[in-house]
């Protein structure tokens, strides 16, 4: 197979299971062929190959097909079960921003990476991506720091090898003293300072929910040019405060 036809056959898997999404119920070959316009020899091949694999059911006597569960699970690591809609959290990220005219955030941790699930910023031009979605280093972002705050000793010496064994968007040292000073820090003082820790010239500054939401550990942070920070560290650390505190008496611990 060429690397147009892989190209062809990937896109293809990805309109099936969006068919299968928005149909919401098993689907014969005839009907999906119907629905999707693809050759029908194709499609029988590209769904025995996805029924080998363990993505698809086919029941013999219906003739229909229908994912199975390991569809979802495929996402379930970067899930946030609901964290986003979370009316406390969405506010309290709104106000951080509108009060210290930085990007805010929400973040959980998702293995090694801490992951921003909500997101307040200006519109203008970014030099530094944050979207909702983004993964950070957990090892050297503001947010991961935090994060790792809430962790016991021998949590953190696992976290801690385990990134660095991966390496995965690790782009400063890691080592087990630097990472267990950073969260001294958090424990001592209530924030995480990182400065150039992910990209060169900015920093974020964040604080941990004492206790999960939804059962997941969360973090608030407030990010930007490191000089900014600086300029606005005692503001930024009032107002992360003030938004802890804000969002834990809407919510249950």
């Known amino acids: 197979m060429d690397r147009h ?40 091949a590209l769904l025995a190959t996805l029924i080998r694999k363990g993505y698809v059911a086919h029941d013999r006597r219906s003739h229909e097909y229908v994912p199975t569960a390991r569809v979802a699970q495929l996402g379930s690591w970067i899930a946030d079960d609901g964290l986003a809609a979370e009316p406390a959290l969405q506010r309290a990220i709104e106000q951080l921003h509108r009060v210290t005219g930085e990007t805010a955030v929400a973040a959980v941790r998702r293995g090694t990476y801490a992951q921003y699930v909500i997101v307040a910023q200006r519109a203008r031009p970014k030099v530094v991506p944050t979207e909702p979605g983004v993964l950070r280093p957990v090892c050297s972002s503001g947010t991961g720091i935090a ?9 953190l010496r696992r976290l801690v090898a385990r990134a660095q064994r991966e390496r995965r968007g690790i782009v400063k040292v890691t080592t087990l003293p630097r990472v267990r000073e ?55 650390v009032r107002e992360l405060r003030l938004a802890v505190q804000g969002v834990l008496g809407p919510m249950d611990p």
């Open 5 to 44: 036809e892989e190209v062809k056959s990937a896109a293809r898997v990805l309109t099936l299971l969006e068919l299968f999404e928005s149909r919401q119920v098993p689907l014969t070959l005839r009907e999906i062929v119907e629905l999707t316009g693809f050759p029908q020899s194709s499609t029988a």
């Open 147 to 155: 994060l790792l705050s809430l962790e016991d000793d021998q949590a």
């Open 182 to 236: 950073a969260v001294e820090q958090v424990r001592r003082h209530g924030f995480a300072m990182s400065r150039h820790g992910v990209f060169d010239g900015t920093g974020m500054i964040a604080m941990p929910l004492p206790w999960p939401v939804r059962g997941h550990p969360v973090a608030f942070g407030v990010g930007g040019p490191v000089t900014r920070l600086d300029a606005k560290m005692a503001l930024i």
